[in-house]
Every structure is written in C-alpha cells, then in structure tokens.
C-alpha cells in the first residue's frame, strides 16, 4: 500500500508541521489495508459512530431548550416538543436515536460472538467495548430520567436502589446517589451533568477501541489472519463506501421510525408527569435493559439479584478466557454454532420475560433463561474449547474464492501474516 | 554538591532517596484524599434537603380502619388507624417465623397507630393498600405490584424479594392525637 501523498502545497505545509493527513489516512484511508472479505455484518463499528455522532449532536441541541428541574423539566420536554422550531424532530431523534444505537452496537456485539473477535491478539480491544456497553447504558439510563415523567421517576428510583443492596455502605450509597433521601431535585440536576459528560467519555474510550482495533486490523468472517498483501484491500475506497451505503439502509430505518412511529419503543406512562406518591402499576425499562431486568428479577434474594445482574455483564469481560477454541470463527465450529443460536434466543426470551410482571410461569421460564445464559458463558463455551471439533480452515483468505490460486507471490510472505503496511 | 557522590555515602543516599520518594508521594495521595472528601460529600445531601426532616400530623381525623399518606423527606409515610382485629392480627405472628424478625409492639408506639415509610424495601416502589379498593396482599397489609412483596398488618415483609420490613420513622406523639415525624 502507498504511503499518503498529495500534490496540495498548503495541505504539505501542515502535514510537515502536523502529520494529521497521514494519520487519517493511515486511520481509515487508503494506507489503512483491511480483510478484504468483510461482510456487512462488519457495518456496525462505524454505524456506531456515527450514532454516538448524531446523539450528541441532536443531545447538544436539545440542552439548549431543557430545563433540569421538578418542577420545570417534564414542562420543557413539552416545549420542545409543541413550540420550539423542529423540536419534535430533534426529541424524537434523539429518543429513538438511543434505541438505534443499543440496536447497532448489540448487533455489533454479537457479530463479535460469532467470528470470535475477542479472541487474541484482540481482548483489550473487546474488553473496552464492554466498557464502552456498559457507559452506554448509563448515559441511556439517566437520559430517560431527564423528562421528568412517571417511568423517568421510577425507573430512576428502581435502579438507584440496586446499589442499596451493597452490604453495610449500601443505605449511604443511594442517598449519596441521590443527593437527598428519594429521588429529587438534587438527582435531576446531576443526572443530567452526567448525561451531558460520558458521552464525551464514550467518544474517548472509542478512540482506545480503535487504537486497540487498528493493531492488528479488524477480523473477519473466516477469521484467519490475512497472509499478506493479496489478501486485503485498503480501506478506502472499498469499505468508506460499503459503510456509507450501509449507513444509507440504516438512514431509511431510522427516519421510518422518527417519522412514522416515533413512539413504538416508548411507554406512554413516561407522557405523566412524575408523582412520587404513586407508582405505576407496571414499570418495565427501555427494551435494551429488559433482558438484564429479568436477569435481576429472576433471583429471590435482593443482593444476589444485583450481583448476577452485573455479572451477565461481567462475564463478557472474561470472555476470552472463557472460550479457549483456536478457531475464532463460528463458521467453522459446528457445535459452538448451534449453542450461538441458543444464545440468541436465550437474550430474546429474557428480553420479552422482562417486559412481564415476575409471576405464574414467566418467572420459571425467566429463571431457566438465567440460568443458560450464565452456563453459556461459564459452562458450554469452555468445555466446547476441548471437546469440539473444528472443520479445517482455508489456508488463506483468497483460497476459498480462488481454489488456491491465492497463495503469496513471494515465498517469503507464507509463514507469517503480514505486518501492518 | 560534589559531597553527595562521595561512595561512601551512596548506599545510606539511595535510602535517604527512597524515603524522601516515597515521603511525597505518601504527603500527595494524603493530600489528594483531604481535597477530594470535600468535592464527594456535595454530592450528599445538602442543608436545605436536610432542614425538610420534620412532618407534623393531626391524626384526630383519621378513623379506625382509614390509612393515609403524608410526606417526610420527599418519601411517603403509611399511617395506619389499625381495628382491633389487625392488631390483633400483627401481634398473634410467630416472630421467629419472619424474615426481619421484629414484634408488633417493638414496631409501634401506640398499638392502634401503625406509622411506617412507604417505601418498598427491596427497590424503592410504593406498594399498594392505602387507597380502598387496591390489593393489600395476601398478609392484609400492602403489596409491592413491582417484584410482589408482600407486607401484614405491622408492616413487615411476609413473601416476596424484599429483604426488610418497612421502616418505622423516628416520631413521636405530641398530644393524644398528633405526631411528630422526623
């Protein structure tokens, strides 16, 4: 691959000063070699971005017009909504915006699963993606609280209480969370200083995960590692215009939803205003929480029920621990395959049992979810590590394409996979 | 300067170094601790949330049997003008029996007012039972429609994931038929 060159004597002067234009181009330009058969499921990363892009902007915007108060707050999400210009558009992007992007990064996440893309050389960079998952839904849980609506409320007072189940600290610890002895003005004020920071957070640790990405390069669906030169394409043209019509697919979801059901993944309870004499009926989290939810109610004891809560999480941390497979791809493990599916029904059954009141037979049906969510990652993916049977991998990215007419030009290049360009 | 490099005292200097070292930075984390306390402790509650604490109730309108809500510290409080045959009901528990073992009388200071904070302790819902008509529980007392806490006629958890019973405010009567809560 060429180095960046350019024939611009002002864009030579500053990148004698500065190299920034090789950086970018060295980043995601055309010195950025990539796999070159990745598939549209490796669209999500930068769909991601451009989410987490479009929320702060939309998240900016609507700062502007809110006010972070008890008494003033629901009045001025109604605001934007009623008087100020487009206000409904910026609202229901950015509602709806915090859903697309639990969808892409979900889809991301499980991608990830399948071809075993946190496998070596790429832990860190799968470990700071869970941390990113994990300020993803804190921001999305305090920005929720921000109109000041019943949900908003409860949700708020229900997920703030979890950590009054810490032994000892737990009590100081939530009213030390909530700046008072409920959920209340002080709470308000500083959810929403927060909901303002981690996005800016998230953009910094995105940048350690594509630090950590552009190490080794992305992986890919045979995942093996390219053999050299023939086995990968720079990044742009070829993949800044995949993900720029994938980012047009995505665009056409997107403005369905805002425009024609802007409401769908909400709940009409958060459209009254909070009143913290009375709980609703039926409180139940955003859809992306759901799945957790239930985690959390399936177990009878308070403080167990928080601990395997944050441990469905924790367990991704230790992921690539746990499964000690070689093959990363799932295309070439039999078994492992069918047990992903599993899991991916798993997540959707505890998603729709946390929708539900914990009763009757949806609580045994959320337990036995639990349960197989926990002996996947702990149980299942280890012992398939020793006892599966791969089926042989090409011996190279182009081999599967071009029936071995694919093999390195250069002897040389065969034994080792080729360092970055 | 030049003494300093003599061999003769570069061993006890490498000590003297170390223990200087680790004097400073042992004085900066020390110091770092006493301006963090500080900007953490904002972040509890403030006086003016504190200066809240007191609620003062008139119970001479509440007849035998009615149970209404007042408001402490932003929470609600359950008060409870218990008939005879729910005290009689909360005292006839097997104590041992319970989750949060606690007599009746130990919950109470007149056994015909019941004042507890209505707040479900497992995560913070109001349970139900104060209004007529809404399900009290299979216990007769309030139920948490969040995660199903069951509470009996003293307030105390019967079934369900809570862990406690609900907690009885600091309150005290000021007349035959008043109350101070806080």
Redesign the interface.
């Given at each position: 691959m060429s180095g960046f060159q350019t024939n611009s004597r002002v864009i030579k002067w500053i990148e004698h000063r500065m190299p920034v234009f090789s950086f970018v181009d060295h980043s995601l330009g055309s010195s950025y070699p990539a796999p070159k058969n990745l598939s549209y499921m490796w669209n999500f990363g930068s769909l991601a971005g451009i989410t987490l892009v479009i929320m702060i902007v939309t998240g900016i915007l609507l700062a502007m017009q809110y006010t972070a108060h008890v008494d003033l707050a629901f009045d001025s999400v109604e605001r934007i909504m009623r008087d100020v210009n487009s206000g409904w558009l910026l609202r229901y992007i950015h509602m709806n915006g915090a859903s697309f992007f639990f969808i892409v990064v979900y889809i991301h996440i499980f991608r990830g699963l399948y071809y075993g893309s946190y496998k070596a050389p790429r832990e860190l960079l799968w470990m700071i993606g869970v941390v990113i998952l994990l300020l993803m839904m804190a921001t999305a849980f305090m920005g929720y609280v921000l109109p000041w609506g019943q949900m908003s409320f409860?949700g708020a007072?229900?997920i703030?209480?979890?950590f009054?189940a810490v032994p000892i600290f737990g009590e100081s610890i939530v009213?030390?969370?909530?700046?008072?002895?409920?959920v209340?003005n002080?709470t308000l004020n500083?959810f929403f200083a927060l909901h303002y920071l981690l996005p800016f957070i998230i953009v910094a640790v995105v940048v350690l995960h594509i630090w950590a990405l552009h190490q080794f390069g992305s992986n890919n669906p045979l995942g093996i590692d390219p053999k050299g030169p023939q086995d990968k394409i720079p990044f742009h043209p070829y993949y800044t215009v995949k993900d720029a019509f994938g980012l047009g697919v995505f665009l056409i979801a997107f403005a369905a939803v805002i425009f024609y059901i802007p409401n769908y993944m909400g709940h009409p309870d958060n459209y009254i205003p909070a009143d913290?004499?009375?709980?609703p009926?039926?409180?139940v989290p955003e859809w992306y929480f759901l799945p957790f939810y239930a985690i959390l109610?399936s177990i009878?004891?308070?403080?167990l029920?928080v601990v395997a809560m944050f441990g469905s999480i924790a367990v991704l941390f230790i992921l690539p621990w746990l499964d000690r497979s070689p093959v990363k791809s799932g295309k070439f493990r039999p078994l492992f395959r069918i047990f992903f599916v599993l899991l991916m029904v798993d997540a959707v059954v505890l998603g729709i049992v946390g929708a539900k009141?914990?009763?009757g037979l949806w609580l045994v049906v959320g337990r036995i979810a639990t349960a197989w969510y926990f002996l996947h990652f702990l149980i299942i993916l280890p012992l398939l590590g020793v006892f599966e049977r791969p089926k042989p991998l090409p011996a190279s990215i182009s081999e599967p394409v071009l029936k071995g007419g694919g093999s390195p030009m250069g002897a040389g290049a065969t034994a080792k996979p080729m360092e970055k360009a | 300067m030049a003494d300093t490099a003599t061999p003769a005292q570069a061993g006890s200097g490498e000590t003297r170094r170390d223990f200087l070292y680790l004097a400073a930075v042992g004085m900066g984390a020390v110091g770092t601790a006493c301006v963090a306390w500080p900007l953490i402790n904002t972040m509890n509650p403030s006086a003016e949330v504190l200066a809240l604490a007191s609620t003062e109730v008139d119970l001479s309108p509440i007849e035998v049997g009615q149970r209404v809500t007042v408001t402490w510290r932003g929470n609600p409080v359950f008060i409870d003008h218990r008939t005879s045959d729910q005290i009689q009901q909360a005292e006839a528990v097997d104590v041992a029996e319970l989750r949060d073992p606690q007599a009746d009388d130990a919950r109470v200071v007149n056994p015909e007012w019941l004042v507890v904070i209505g707040v479900c302790t497992h995560l913070g819902c109001v349970p139900l039972g104060q209004k007529a008509g809404q399900d009290r529980g299979e216990f007769g007392g309030w139920f948490c429609p969040c995660h199903g806490s069951h509470y009996d006629t003293s307030g105390r958890i019967r079934k369900g994931p809570a862990p406690l019973n609900l907690p009885v405010p600091p309150y005290e009567f000021t007349g035959d038929t008043s109350i101070v809560i806080g």
């Open positions: 409860w007072k229900v703030t209480n979890l009054s009213t030390w969370l909530w700046g008072g002895f409920t209340d002080p500083r913290p004499l009375s709980t009926a039926h409180i109610r009878p004891d308070k403080l029920g009141p914990p009763e | -």
